[in-house]
């Protein structure tokens, strides 16, 4: 460190050179010329050099220009079908009418174009919020940082699971295998040293340097950073190009399929209303034309596609802001139909605040006073305080507890205590600070030489010490039943006694059926100082103790599984923990299932045993990550959507399987969110379930945008159709359907994006993912308000003709009707099937409002400018005449709510058939 400090202002001239050869030199090179060292760089050095080589930071993906994505909203059948009519209208000497229409349509793409930004701005301020972070050393002390800060010469720290935040050349390593994908293709993972090779080496072959955006798939490591930002590896072959957001999902596919196999049908429509005209009803050319082209704009719903975009990436805002981050935008929709959520208990359904509460020694049972992570508070033997300083045997407990740790625990300068890792390592280092221990004193005695980290796989972890008159001490611990496995002998307190199997084997299920954590330590005096290897710890180790470890669970979380069950939805309980504990946990839970069935159970079960077993039981304990795997296989064939969370680099495969994957956002590991669908900011459950209420939320609005959508193409096309086939002046002309189109698009279609979830989307089943868009039920809410239209309008233009009105006040009339039933309509199909009468559903969505204050602001100048009369063909219509056109349109409000409750008690009337039949 001195020697750093002595150089801190001469600047590494290297640093940050990609050109170097950095994987030929060896590790003393590399330090020396980065200048740095194995305690890192000083902070105060961290921080020149940021300002040196820039943020670690890669540029966003090109992007299409503006120019060309403007352009690519006129590549659309209708718009094609516009300019071509707009030409023929040219040609027919029509040259404003063109004009016009080729007006209509530049706006049209710019309203898409301004639409798709926004969506795609909306979908990438969420992806921002999901930053990588690095564990580095500065001036000798581990923290922190965000993987942005990183220069070079800063000393990174890898554990399994990370993304390797830049390029680096290794120091150490232990077991390091990272998988490069990203960057070679490979999927095998490559197994690192730290030995120099050949400077010509192909970057597979740098077994000393992992590469930015490589993940960790097992081991540790240390390196220093070569190099950041745009001169990694990654930032030179832009691999991020794949991490660009696509906005189509299946839900938009299908909604694009619809409308292009819609505007053909459309197209075929208009050509034979074209040869109608000109064949039986013997229309000039001309006019004919022009309603050909009127039906096709008014029946295309061109609109649709950028209204279920933006639908889908609002509802992606939403979750965000309740803590579900999405990662992907399909997962938005797939949400909505999950049928089953597994979910993790440590950290999800529990707060993961871990306590130890109980040390089992074979000298008694001890309960720990004390709450929170604060090392104060006594040790009770039978009712009587203890001094643990006179009891050896727990005082090598503790520095056990202390010892076999990765946990960090310190006074924090603002008061209270800073802790940073694994909280059941932090319960262990308080348990520790209340049996007396000096963390720095016993640390500099038993220094550290070796650790087998802790995996799920396995359930332990160990650690190799020094002591200070021998050769070295091994501290393992873990699972009870692991540890168990590994000693023959127990800790007593004169020597070492066999050990007393039924005696413990009880006290596991004691301490389990309480619902606490259980975790055994042990020991074994190691001869020689060496490393540690999994050999080393197979057996002959001495059991010190158990623990019992309580971790709170979440209030918020019963709650959630509850209402998840009215949703239909089955929460299965996934842990690595004891059996009993697990369901016991459950019970509090309010899971059910008759036994929690084992991991053991599972990799013994048989391909269909397994599909019995998983709709068996909603608890499964002791299991490791390979099970969730085909825990998720076994649902699927079922026919369940499955939601599975993780936060290990081994859950990557569940995850990336399951339909939607989670992982959590403050204990997963870069990997498991780089394989999920969602990323949970707060792990906590609670937050799936809203995420499955806002994903059902979506769909509803999609539904909903079709539901009110549709009905005005339907209904523009019938008041055409009708015109052409009664030999009628057309009610309402080409340019006057454009303009009702224009307006609509950007007021009232958007504002059901903006619905929130009804009361009642999580009491009714999810959906089935195969169901149809247009169910039979939206078929003929489509038609019958369709149908409603056209006859209003119509009936209302023919009623202004008959008595003598000018053709402009009746056309004007009957836009201005059409508008209207879309205003009255629009307040309908906030609920599709409950009733709005009431006054959350008349004002609760202040977006239908205001859109409906702008269409009318829109009619108004529609109506009275004189440049707008001019344009459209319209005219000023008197008082009388609007009063007539809202009595006339209000009808629609109250059909459609008359129709709502027929079917609300019809569907009532089904179910009680239902249910007296059963
Ligand atoms: P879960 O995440 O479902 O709680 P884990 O895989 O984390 O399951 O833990 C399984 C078991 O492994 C625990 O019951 C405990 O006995 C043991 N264990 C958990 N964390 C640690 C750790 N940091 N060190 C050693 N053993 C641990
Ligand atoms: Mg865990």
């Given at each position: 460190?001195?020697?750093?400090?002595?150089?801190?202002?001469?600047?590494?001239?290297?640093?940050?050179?990609?050109?170097?050869?950095?994987?030929?030199?060896?590790?003393?090179?590399?330090?020396?010329?980065?200048?740095?060292?194995?305690?890192?760089?000083?902070?105060?050095?961290?921080?020149?050099?940021?300002?040196?080589?820039?943020?670690?930071r890669?540029?966003?993906?090109?992007?299409?220009?503006?120019?060309?994505?403007?352009?690519?909203?006129?590549?659309?059948?209708?718009?094609?079908?516009?300019l071509?009519?707009?030409?023929?209208?040219?040609?027919?000497?029509?040259?404003?009418?063109?004009?016009?229409?080729?007006?209509?349509?530049?706006?049209?793409?710019?309203?898409g174009?301004?639409?798709e930004g926004?969506?795609?701005?909306?979908?990438?301020?969420?992806?921002?919020?999901?930053?990588?972070?690095?564990?580095?050393?500065?001036?000798?002390?581990?923290?922190?940082v965000?993987?942005?800060?990183?220069?070079?010469?800063d000393?990174?720290?890898?554990?399994?699971?990370?993304?390797?935040?830049?390029?680096?050349?290794?120091?150490?390593?232990?077991?390091?295998?990272?998988?490069?994908?990203?960057?070679?293709?490979?999927?095998?993972?490559?197994?690192k040293?730290?030995?120099?090779?050949?400077?010509?080496?192909?970057?597979?072959?740098?077994?000393?340097?992992?590469y930015?955006?490589?993940?960790?798939?097992?081991?540790?490591?240390?390196?220093?950073?070569?190099?950041?930002?745009?001169?990694?590896?990654?930032?030179?072959v832009?691999?991020?190009l794949?991490?660009?957001?696509?906005?189509?999902?299946?839900?938009?596919?299908?909604?694009?399929?619809?409308?292009?196999?819609?505007?053909?049908?459309?197209l075929v429509?208009?050509?034979a209303?074209?040869?109608?005209?000109?064949?039986?009803?013997?229309?000039?050319?001309?006019?004919?034309?022009?309603?050909?082209?009127?039906?096709?704009?008014?029946?295309?719903?061109?609109?649709?596609?950028?209204?279920?975009?933006?639908?889908?990436?609002?509802?992606?805002?939403?979750?965000?802001?309740?803590?579900?981050?999405?990662?992907?935008?399909?997962?938005?929709?797939?949400?909505?139909?999950?049928?089953?959520?597994?979910?993790?208990?440590?950290?999800?359904?529990?707060?993961?605040?871990?306590?130890?509460?109980?040390?089992?020694?074979?000298?008694?049972?001890?309960?720990?006073?004390?709450?929170?992570?604060?090392?104060?508070?006594?040790?009770?033997?039978?009712?009587?305080?203890?001094?643990?300083?006179?009891?050896?045997?727990?005082?090598?407990?503790?520095?056990?507890?202390?010892?076999?740790?990765?946990?960090?625990?310190?006074?924090?300068?603002?008061?209270?205590?800073?802790?940073?890792?694994?909280?059941?390592?932090?319960?262990?280092?308080?348990?520790?600070?209340?049996?007396?221990?000096?963390?720095?004193?016993?640390?500099?005695?038993?220094?550290?030489?070796?650790?087998?980290p802790?995996?799920?796989?396995?359930?332990?972890?160990?650690?190799?010490?020094?002591?200070?008159?021998?050769?070295?001490?091994?501290?393992?611990?873990?699972?009870?039943?692991?540890?168990?496995?590994?000693?023959?002998?127990?800790?007593?307190?004169?020597?070492?006694?066999?050990?007393?199997?039924?005696?413990?084997?009880?006290?596991?299920?004691?301490?389990?059926?309480?619902?606490?954590r259980?975790?055994?330590?042990?020991?074994?005096?190691f001869?020689?100082?060496?490393?540690?290897?999994?050999?080393?710890?197979?057996?002959?180790?001495t059991?010190?103790?158990?623990?019992?470890?309580?971790?709170?669970?979440?209030?918020?979380?019963?709650?959630?599984?509850?209402?998840c069950?009215?949703?239909?939805?089955?929460?299965?309980?996934?842990?690595?923990?004891?059996?009993?504990?697990?369901?016991?946990?459950?019970?509090?839970?309010?899971?059910?299932?008759?036994?929690?069935?084992t991991?053991?159970?599972?990799?013994?079960?048989?391909?269909?045993d397994?599909?019995?077993?998983?709709q068996?039981?909603?608890?499964?304990?002791?299991?490791?990550p390979?099970?969730?795997?085909?825990?998720?296989?076994?649902?699927?064939?079922?026919?369940?959507?499955?939601?599975?969370?993780?936060?290990?680099?081994?859950?990557?495969?569940?995850?990336?399987?399951?339909?939607?994957?989670?992982?959590?956002?403050?204990?997963?590991?870069?990997?498991?969110?780089?394989a999920?669908?969602m990323?949970?900011?707060?792990?906590?459950?609670?937050?799936?379930?809203?995420?499955?209420?806002?994903?059902?939320?979506?769909?509803d609005?999609?539904?909903?945008?079709?539901?009110?959508?549709?009905?005005?193409?339907?209904?523009?096309?019938?008041?055409?159709?009708?015109?052409?086939?009664?030999?009628?002046?057309?009610?309402?002309t080409?340019?006057?359907?454009?303009?009702?189109?224009?307006?609509?698009?950007?007021?009232?279609?958007?504002?059901?994006?903006?619905?929130?979830?009804?009361?009642?989307v999580?009491?009714?089943?999810?959906?089935?993912?195969?169901?149809?868009?247009?169910?039979?039920?939206?078929?003929?809410?489509?038609?019958?308000?369709?149908?409603?239209?056209?006859?209003?309008?119509?009936?209302?233009?023919?009623?202004?003709?008959?008595?003598?009105?000018?053709?402009?006040?009746?056309?004007?009339?009957?836009?201005?009707?059409?508008?209207?039933?879309?205003?009255?309509y629009?307040?309908?199909?906030?609920?599709?099937?409950?009733?709005?009468?009431?006054?959350?559903?008349?004002?609760?969505?202040?977006y239908?409002?205001?859109?409906?204050?702008l269409?009318?602001?829109?009619?108004?100048?529609?109506?009275?400018?004189?440049?707008?009369?001019?344009?459209?063909?319209?005219?000023a219509?008197?008082?009388?005449?609007?009063?007539?056109?809202?009595?006339?349109?209000?009808?629609?409000?109250?059909?459609?709510?008359?129709e709502?409750?027929?079917?609300?008690?019809?569907?009532?009337?089904?179910?009680?058939?239902?249910?007296?039949?059963?």
């Open positions: 460190m001195k020697e750093e400090n002595a150089e801190g202002h001469r600047r590494p001239k290297k640093g940050g050179d990609s050109r170097e050869h950095w994987w030929a030199l060896d590790a003393g090179d590399v330090m020396a010329r980065l200048e740095s060292s194995l305690g890192g760089l000083t902070p105060e050095e961290a921080v020149a050099r940021l300002e040196r080589f820039g943020p670690n890669l540029p966003p993906p090109p992007r299409k220009g503006p120019i060309i994505r403007f352009l690519l909203h006129f590549h659309n059948l209708l718009i094609y079908v516009l071509v009519s707009a030409v023929v209208t040219f040609l027919l000497g029509d040259w404003f009418d063109a004009l016009v229409i080729l007006g209509v349509t530049i706006i049209n793409a710019l309203i174009f301004i639409q926004k969506a795609e701005k909306a979908v990438d301020a969420i992806r921002n919020i999901l930053t990588q972070e690095a564990t580095v050393l500065r001036g000798g002390k581990r923290q922190i965000p993987a942005e800060d990183l220069v070079p010469g000393v990174v720290l890898l554990i399994s699971g990370d993304k390797v935040p830049a390029d680096l050349r290794l120091l150490k390593t232990r077991d390091l295998r990272i998988e490069e994908a990203a960057l070679t293709g490979e999927s095998v993972t490559a197994e040293r730290t030995d120099p090779v050949a400077p010509k080496a192909p970057l597979g072959d740098r077994y000393g340097m992992a930015s955006g490589t993940l960790v798939v097992y081991g540790q490591a240390t390196g220093i950073v070569t190099s950041t930002g745009e001169t990694t590896e990654l930032g030179k832009n691999a991020l794949s991490g660009v957001q696509t906005l189509t999902t299946r839900l938009t596919e299908q909604i694009n399929e619809f409308s292009q196999w819609l505007t053909v049908a459309i429509l208009a050509v209303t074209l040869v109608f005209g000109l064949v039986v009803r013997d229309y000039s050319f001309g006019a004919i034309f022009l309603a050909s082209v009127a039906l096709a704009v008014a029946a295309i719903p061109e609109g649709l596609p950028a209204i279920i975009t933006i639908t889908l990436a609002l509802g992606m805002q939403r979750m965000a802001r309740r803590s579900a981050i999405i990662r992907r935008l399909p997962a938005v929709e797939t949400l909505g139909s999950v049928t089953v959520i597994c979910t993790d208990k440590t950290g999800t359904l529990t707060r993961n605040e871990m306590t130890v509460t109980t040390v089992i020694t074979r000298e008694g049972t001890y309960a720990v006073e004390g709450v929170g992570y604060e090392p104060r508070g006594d040790f009770n033997l039978d009712g009587r305080k203890i001094v643990p300083d006179e009891d050896p045997l727990l005082t090598d407990m503790a520095r056990a507890a202390l010892l076999c740790n990765e946990g960090v625990l310190r006074p924090a300068e603002e008061g209270g205590w800073e802790t940073q890792g694994d909280p059941t390592d932090i319960a262990l280092l308080t348990l520790a600070g209340k049996a007396g221990l000096d963390f720095n004193r016993t640390g500099r005695e038993y220094p550290r030489l070796d650790v087998i802790f995996e799920s796989d396995h359930k332990f972890m160990a650690t190799l010490n020094s002591v200070p008159k021998g050769a070295g001490v091994v501290y393992l611990k873990g699972a009870p039943e692991r540890v168990l496995e590994r000693c023959d002998r127990q800790a007593a307190a004169g020597s070492d006694l066999p050990l007393d199997i039924p005696f413990w084997r009880e006290k596991i299920e004691e301490i389990a059926r309480r619902g606490e259980t975790l055994a330590l042990a020991r074994l005096s001869d020689e100082r060496k490393e540690l290897s999994f050999e080393d710890v197979q057996g002959g180790l059991l010190l103790g158990f623990l019992g470890i309580i971790d709170p669970p979440r209030e918020e979380a019963s709650a959630s599984v509850a209402q069950r009215d949703a239909g939805i089955r929460v299965k309980m996934i842990t690595g923990d004891h059996a009993l504990t697990a369901a016991a946990i459950g019970e509090r839970m309010g899971l059910g299932g008759p036994e929690p069935v991991g053991e159970e599972l990799s013994e079960a048989e391909e269909g397994i599909r019995l077993l998983v068996r039981s909603d608890i499964f304990a002791r299991v490791s390979e099970h969730k795997l085909r825990l998720v296989q076994a649902l699927q064939s079922n026919g369940e959507v499955v939601a599975m969370t993780g936060d290990g680099v081994n859950d990557a495969p569940a995850l990336k399987r399951a339909d939607v994957g989670i992982a959590m956002g403050l204990k997963g590991t870069e990997a498991a969110k780089e999920a669908e990323v949970l900011a707060d792990d906590n459950f609670a937050t799936i379930a809203h995420a499955v209420e806002e994903g059902r939320a979506v769909y609005n999609v539904k909903k945008a079709l539901a009110f959508v549709l009905p005005t193409n339907g209904a523009l096309a019938g008041i055409v159709i009708t015109g052409v086939l009664a030999g009628e002046a057309l009610p309402i080409a340019l006057q359907i454009l303009w009702i189109n224009m307006v609509s698009a950007v007021t009232l279609g958007l504002a059901l994006a903006f619905e929130p979830p009804e009361s009642e999580m009491r009714r089943p999810p959906r089935d993912p195969q169901e149809a868009l247009l169910t039979p039920f939206m078929i003929w809410r489509i038609g019958f308000t369709s149908l409603i239209m056209v006859i209003g309008t119509f009936g209302l233009f023919l009623w202004d003709t008959i008595h003598g009105a000018p053709l402009e006040i009746a056309r004007t009339t009957a836009v201005n009707t059409l508008i209207f039933f879309q205003i009255f629009l307040l309908n199909a906030r609920y599709m099937k409950a009733s709005v009468l009431n006054l959350k559903g008349i004002t609760g969505n202040r239908v409002l205001g859109s409906i204050a269409i009318l602001i829109l009619q108004v100048l529609f109506t009275y400018v004189p440049i707008m009369q001019r344009l459209f063909g319209t005219a219509i008197p008082a009388e005449e609007w009063l007539r056109l809202i009595a006339f349109t209000f009808s629609i409000f109250i059909l459609v709510e008359l709502k409750l027929l079917f609300r008690i019809w569907e009532r009337r089904r179910r009680m058939g239902e249910a007296l039949r059963h």
